[in-house]
């Protein structure tokens, strides 16, 4: 069992979708995405968990590792809508990282941070992502 996932960028801010479950057969395929989330953006990356069914430890340590990665590019990790079956306990020399109750709350926060609406939006997927998926960020 693997994840699709999908990448957006709204101005400064990257919102990497998660869907499926984040496990040891799934790991590769997140390190992939978020190569190409630092391959195709600048700003903090929200790592959206709602299409999350499950992770396991290895998950949890994809994602842990997965900020460290970001935070030597100088780019945030923050997380929404992680699973409830547990929560990401980070090992000590992990970046400090954010969690918010959804996605709605993570958007809102930049928002209010940045004091404006979102102006441009780029998004690429994986093909197992749902094309008629328009979810409003």
Same mark, same amino acid.
């Given at each position: ?24 057969? *799934?790991?590769?395929?997140?390190? /992939? ?10 700003? $903090? @990356?929200?790592? %959206? =968990? ?29 997380? *929404?809508?992680?699973?409830?079956? /547990? ?10 990282? $954010? @969690?918010?109750? %959804? =996605? ?34």
């Amino acid at each position: 069992m693997t994840i699709d996932w999908r990448y957006t960028v709204e101005d400064n801010l990257g919102i990497l979708s998660v869907a499926g479950y984040l496990g040891p057969d *799934a790991v590769h395929r997140f390190t /992939g995405a978020v190569g190409w989330v630092l391959a195709r953006g600048t700003g $903090p @990356v929200v790592v %959206d =968990l709602t299409g999350l069914r499950s992770w396991s430890a290895e998950g949890q340590r994809a994602i842990t590792e997965a900020a460290r990665r970001l935070a030597e590019a100088g780019r945030s990790l923050e997380l *929404a809508a992680i699973p409830a079956d /547990g929560s990401l306990v980070p090992a000590g020399d992990c970046p400090p990282i $954010p @969690v918010h109750a %959804d =996605l709605a709350a993570a958007l809102a926060a930049h928002r209010a941070q940045r004091g404006q609406q979102t102006r441009g939006r780029h998004e690429w997927r994986t093909t197992g992502w749902p094309a008629e998926d328009q979810t409003d960020a």
